[in-house]
């Protein structure tokens, strides 16, 4: 009950809308969240300088400690469960006139509905109206999901109005935005920045929809995306990203896949006299085509990894050029100005389970699919379900947001119905890179402008930086990612690829012998005649060539094998059941 002051959790306030006008009226720079689920919008108007933070996921039992995990205890607002709407529009989050300084971190965000005219109409999940600019403290958006929001006009989860005059910038951080519908631009976010400050940084933009341009994202003018997966969106151009004329800014180190456009450009369709620099990307599995352009002036590109994008007619196709036509990843290099480190190879994503449907039913009074299989290998946690996405046909490059499931059967956001039935193929798409991907180690050189990627892992982990969102990180040198092994049953065994003994991340990558075979690799590191594993057993270095034995020992288990007695390891990919059942998606 309590007094519902908002000064401490027993007495804490109903509403995260009451509380964001209570912070901003008092001068109040916190707003802690707990867990559950709210039924409003919130509409946060911060004065200039009043640098608000909101953060949700509190978990606040009683006589317990109070734990901080938007991922575990989930703050939602669901805009679609408000009985009296404060706004016609239905934003689901609304921050406007110049919110300089906000911190909004750790929410669910959905049901948004925007509708009406003018910008009533944008936004569906959240609203952002940036436009008067002299902001000095940037607005941070980080470790939210967005998902299953609406709009007619533009921006069906996010719209951005962002002016030139705008220094400090704004930023989306781990944000996942993910089965959101916009009538016309902008499916998953519509962003109007005409200011380089605003960036994207690790999120996940995956199966929106557009009714005419950029089903995951659209773009007018300079932001910058980075390390970012944009997957399984459609529109009727730009499946995945639409860059309208003139726009600019940059998409670095992003994966680009499984995106689809009914007429132009599958995964990127940029406009006329376009200056954006993809850099560092994987475009793949798009349909039509990876790249595409509108006119002749084209975007830059570099060290960008091309693979199995197709044209409208199913044929191999990963640029169109305006002026030449279709074009291979390959050849981009010789051909267009300004291309530089660009080719073609195989992505080997880790992907998750695949199998066939039984039934595939679409509601349309609920815009739901309900898809049966009796053949089902997998589990979805609940707790994750707002980040699963499927592909329920593998011959349509296209996903849909899992919203629950039981057994045998999984219920989706969408038509699904429209690109499966019965007996087709669907997978669980994980873009995250395996050892035999062609994206590991394909830049040129290491880079410094990206320092992590999407799961915060140093790059470079190799010899050079990898292409797109993931970077191939192996800690104990057995093949399989840190991130897939994180995913395993199985606690990672360390590998040990001589079998001398010594795991492979205590003799790690060096040659201390400069015979070429790396030591992790090496029986006898130093090049001393004396194996390492009989050095350590010794208790010489097996690195340092003048370490060796040179006292005489007297042992009644002379003669024996020193580096049996010293064992050795099973190499972990005999032994690890290599398989991925009760994966899905990307966790938050």
């Known amino acids: 009950t309590g007094s519902q002051s908002g000064v401490d959790w027993p007495n804490a306030l109903r509403e995260i809308d009451a509380a964001a006008r209570i912070a901003d009226g008092y001068g109040i720079l916190d707003v802690d969240v707990a867990e559950g689920t709210y039924k409003e919008s919130v509409n946060i108007l911060a004065s200039t300088g009043n640098t608000i933070d909101f953060q949700g996921g509190y978990h606040v039992p009683d006589g317990g400690p109070i734990v901080l995990d938007p991922f575990l205890y989930p703050s939602v607002i669901d805009a679609n469960q408000v009985k009296f709407h404060k706004f016609a529009a239905r934003h689901a989050v609304i921050l406007d006139s110049q919110p300089e300084g906000v911190r909004f971190a750790g929410f669910r965000i959905t049901g948004g509905a925007a509708q009406g005219t003018g910008l009533n109409a944008n936004g569906g999940g959240l609203f952002i109206n940036d436009s008067f600019g002299g902001s000095v403290t940037p607005t941070r958006i980080e470790d939210c999901a967005i998902y299953g929001n609406t709009a007619t006009g533009d921006g069906g989860g996010v719209y951005i109005v962002e002016s030139a005059a705008i220094t400090a910038g704004l930023e989306l951080t781990n944000v996942h935005v993910l089965g959101n ?105 798009n349909k039509p085509f990876g790249v595409e352009e509108a006119a002749a002036t084209s975007p830059s590109l570099t060290s960008t990894l091309f693979s199995g994008n197709l044209d409208l007619v199913d044929t191999a196709g990963d640029y169109l050029d305006s002026l030449l036509g279709s074009l291979l990843g390959a050849v981009l290099n010789t051909i267009l100005p300004g291309s530089i480190g660009n080719g073609s190879g195989t992505t080997a994503f880790l992907d998750g389970n695949s199998n066939t449907w039984d039934s595939v039913t679409y509601d349309p009074f609920l815009d739901t699919t309900t898809l049966e299989s009796t053949r089902f290998g997998y589990t979805f946690e609940s707790e994750v379900i707002p980040f699963v996405t499927i592909q329920p046909n593998t011959a349509r490059p296209r996903e849909f947001l899992v919203l629950s499931k039981t057994a045998n059967q999984l219920v989706v956001r969408g038509d699904a119905a429209a690109v499966a039935g019965p007996g087709d193929p669907y997978r669980v798409p994980d873009y995250h890179l395996t050892f035999a991907s062609s994206a590991v180690n394909f830049l040129p050189v290491k880079g410094t402008v990206v320092v992590d990627d999407f799961d915060v892992e140093a790059r470079p982990s190799g010899a050079t930086t990898d292409a797109g969102f993931d970077e191939f990180v192996d800690s104990n040198f057995d093949t399989i990612s840190d991130y897939e092994q994180s995913l395993l049953s199985d606690a990672p065994l360390p590998a040990d690829n001589d079998g001398d003994g010594l795991i492979d991340t205590a003799e790690g990558l060096g040659d201390v012998d400069l015979d070429t075979v790396p030591n992790y690799l090496d029986l006898d590191s130093d090049g001393d005649g004396i194996p390492d594993g009989t050095e350590t057993a010794l208790g010489t270095d097996p690195y340092d060539a003048l370490d060796f034995v040179s006292d005489v020992y007297v042992d009644k288990f002379a003669g024996l094998d020193l580096v049996g007695k010293g064992g050795t390891l099973a190499q972990p990919w005999a032994t690890i059941q290599h398989a991925i059942d009760g994966v899905g998606g990307i966790p938050g």
Request: with cysteine; glycine share 20%; proline share 2%.
């Open 181 to 285: 519908t916009s009538g016309v631009d902008g499916g998953g976010l519509y962003l109007d920045s005409q200011s380089s400050s605003l960036t994207l940084e690790k999120c996940r933009i995956s199966a929106n929809v557009a009714g005419s341009n950029g089903g995951g994202v659209y773009v007018t003018d300079i932001p910058l995306i980075q390390n970012t997966l944009i997957s399984g969106n459609s529109a009727g151009q730009g499946g995945g990203v639409y860059l309208a004329p003139a726009a600019g800014g940059g998409l670095s180190y992003c994966t680009i896949s499984s995106n689809e456009a009914a007429t132009a450009g599958g995964g990127v369709l940029a406009g006329g006299s376009n200056s954006t620099v993809i850099d560092g990307c994987i475009i793949s599995a």
